[in-house]
C-alpha cells in the first residue's frame, strides 16, 4: 500500500522565495466508518461484525468518559488520546478560575512504534485527470 498525493499549484507570500510554487498534498481515499473497522477486524478474527461494532460503540465511549475525566488513554501500538487545557494567563493565582480556561480538548499523540511504521510509508503519484470526458471542440 502506497499513500496518494497530488502537485498543487500555491502562491507563497513568505520565506526567501516567495511566488508560485508546486508542493504534494495528501490524497485522501474514503472515509472508513466504524461498521467497515468492524467488519475488517470480525474479518480478521474469530469475532463476528456485531461484537467487533459493539467493541468498538464501547472504546469510543470509554475513551471519552476517561478524558472528560482528565485522564489519558493509552491504547497501546496505537498511541495515547491525552486530554489538554488552554487558559488564559492572569496576573496572580487568586485569578486563575473557571473562567480563565479557554479551552478543552484532547489530541491523539501515536505510540513511538506507529510513528516508526508512518516513517516508513511509501508515496505514489495520484492521476487527477478525469478519464471519459469528451472534449468540446
Not at 488513554?73 to 491525552?82: A, N
Request: with cysteine.
Amino acid at each position: 500500500m502506497a499513500v496518494n498525493y497530488v502537485k498543487v499549484k500555491r502562491t507563497i507570500s513568505t520565506g526567501n522565495t516567495p511566488g508560485e510554487k508546486y508542493l504534494a498534498r495528501l490524497r485522501r481515499g474514503n472515509d472508513v466508518s466504524m461498521n467497515q473497522v468492524a467488519e475488517d477486524i470480525a474479518y480478521s478474527t474469530t469475532l463476528s461484525p456485531s461484537d467487533t461494532l459493539a467493541v468498538l460503540m464501547a472504546l469510543e465511549k470509554v475513551i471519552g468518559r476517561y478524558v472528560m475525566d482528565g485522564r489519558a488513554v493509552k491504547l497501546g501500538y496505537l498511541g495515547s488520546f491525552i486530554p489538554q487545557l488552554s487558559s488564559k494567563a492572569v496576573a496572580s493565582p487568586d485569578e486563575v478560575d473557571v473562567n480563565s480556561i479557554k479551552r478543552f480538548g484532547c489530541r491523539f499523540f501515536p505510540s513511538v512504534d506507529f510513528k516508526r511504521n508512518l516513517a516508513k510509508a511509501s508515496f505514489i503519484e495520484s492521476d487527477m485527470s478525469v478519464k471519459g470526458l469528451v472534449s468540446e471542440e
